[in-house]
């Protein structure tokens, strides 16, 4: 069972987390909890970073940012033991979750769960604070912002638990953030291949490494209020799902950064070049465009665009600076202001006309598109950040995805509609055209 930020933020919450938590033992089950930081507590940890240090260091920082979990989890086993249950509260490291050595985003390499076995052994209720481990360089490491789903995820494998539960603050994946599109619909399932494009594409409920590792390792996730005994969703693979909607879900993110490099040399190697030196410098780049050479002079040049996120805009700036001289680049631009939105749809890959109709709905909604990438299950598009949040809700509007669209099930990889049945309810829906 895993909470986050919002259901352990106060007094009352982690007394409501903890019951909850007892409930679930009580029922005949063995509980490992992970939990968040409560509330705001992991952003002030930054901010008191940024207020010392204009540059804070990854390891310190990483010192720092694991504090909060740990402070839930000792308040979380003082109420459990209060209960009148044995509870154990463990640090990323005691629970064996060992990481590799990139600060502040470091990744699972191994869980060594012993320890915990042995305190479920003991009949013990386990609370182990999430988004962080021990590096095999035995320092303290950080998961990346979003972390704990990835602790739970990763602690559910190694148990070979029944389920990971990640509890939160919504009543489960929705077609749009529920915060920006009032009437989005809670979805009962979705796939892996959505989830994972929806989690990259910034549909924070759940973080996209947790989502990764899940379906590497076979887990089953349920996503749930912390607030209500609602069904939640069931991340599930496709055969499972049952269900091929053309389109699930809108997805938006408010922090990207684009950087645009001017005047490259066209001449092989030279875009290898550029993301070497953005991966050794571990940036994510998301979005890449690289467009037709201009001649100037003798020579071809290019203009290459890419987004990272907005957080690591600066680290991209510092590790292309030497380039301008290596390459002989023209000039590198970032721009910080720029969003993303995206429609996620197992069923697009078999359907024309999804993205001239998206296209069309943001060019009627004066959203200039910036950039536009695309899978076989997602359009994204570059947009400024002012324009996400209407970007959002007309796509949403447009394809009728809101609880109260009507829809028909589509259960067929071909999209032949499925009759409904009579008084159909929940289950109807209709299809884009
Ligand atoms: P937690 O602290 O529980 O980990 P997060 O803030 O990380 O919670 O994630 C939950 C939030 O994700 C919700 O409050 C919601 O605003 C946001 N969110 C964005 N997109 C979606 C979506 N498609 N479905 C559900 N929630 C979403
Ligand atoms: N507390 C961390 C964060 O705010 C990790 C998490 O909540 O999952 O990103
Ligand atoms: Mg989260």
């Not at 947009?383 to 959002?392: G, H, S, Y």
Request: with cysteine.
């Amino acid at each position: 069972m895993k909470f986050g930020g919002t259901s352990v933020a106060d007094a009352d919450r982690i007394k409501r987390a903890a019951r909850r938590i007892v409930q679930s033992k009580d029922q005949g089950n063995r509980v490992v909890a992970v939990l968040s930081a409560r509330g705001k507590t992991t952003d002030q940890l930054v901010a008191m970073a940024v207020e010392v240090s204009e540059r804070p260091d990854p390891r310190e920082m990483d010192m720092l940012l694991s504090t909060g979990e740990r402070i839930s989890c000792a308040l979380a086993a003082m109420v459990i033991k209060d209960l009148g249950h044995d509870a154990e509260s463990l640090t990323g490291s005691q629970a064996g979750i060992v990481t590799d050595t990139s600060h502040t985003k470091a990744r699972i390499l191994d869980v060594r769960a012993e320890r915990i076995r042995d305190a479920l052994e003991k009949d013990r209720i386990v609370l182990v604070a999430g988004f962080q481990g021990v590096s095999t360089a035995y320092d303290v490491t950080t998961l990346g912002r979003g972390g704990s789903d990835t602790t739970a995820v990763a602690l559910a494998a190694a148990l070979h638990a029944d389920v990971c539960e990640i509890y939160t603050d919504v009543a489960g994946v929705y077609s749009a953030d529920p915060r920006i599109v009032p009437n989005a619909r809670k979805l009962a399932r979705v796939s892996f291949e959505e989830m994972l494009e929806m989690a990259s594409s910034g549909a924070k409920v759940l973080q996209l490494r947790s989502v990764e590792y899940a379906r590497n390792h076979g887990v089953r996730i349920h996503c749930r209020s912390s607030f209500d005994d609602g069904p939640g969703t069931f991340v599930l693979t496709e055969e499972e799902t049952m269900e091929r909607p053309l389109i699930t879900a809108v997805t938006h993110s408010t922090d990207e950064a684009r950087v645009t490099l001017t005047g490259l040399p066209d001449t092989p190697g030279v875009a290898g070049r550029v993301m070497t030196v953005l991966a050794d410098a571990n940036v994510n780049v998301d979005m890449i465009i690289q467009n037709e050479p201009a001649v100037e002079g003798e020579r071809h040049r290019a203009d290459m665009s890419f987004t990272v996120p907005r957080a690591d805009a600066r680290l991209a700036r510092e590790a292309l600076e030497p380039l301008v001289h290596e390459l002989g680049i023209g000039g590198v631009a970032t721009d910080s202001g720029m969003g993303k939105v995206s429609l996620v749809g197992a069923g697009m890959k078999s359907h024309p006309g999804v993205a001239a109709k998206a296209f069309s709905v943001l060019g009627q909604a004066e959203v200039n598109i910036e950039m536009i990438s695309t899978s076989p299950i997602k359009i994204s598009c570059v947009v400024k950040e002012e324009d996400v949040p209407r970007a959002v809700s007309e796509l949403h509007a447009a394809f009728d995805l809101g609880a109260d669209a009507v829809r028909r099930e589509d259960v067929s990889g071909d999209h032949r509609p499925v009759v409904a049945p009579p008084g159909g309810g929940e289950s109807l829906r209709r299809e884009a055209s």
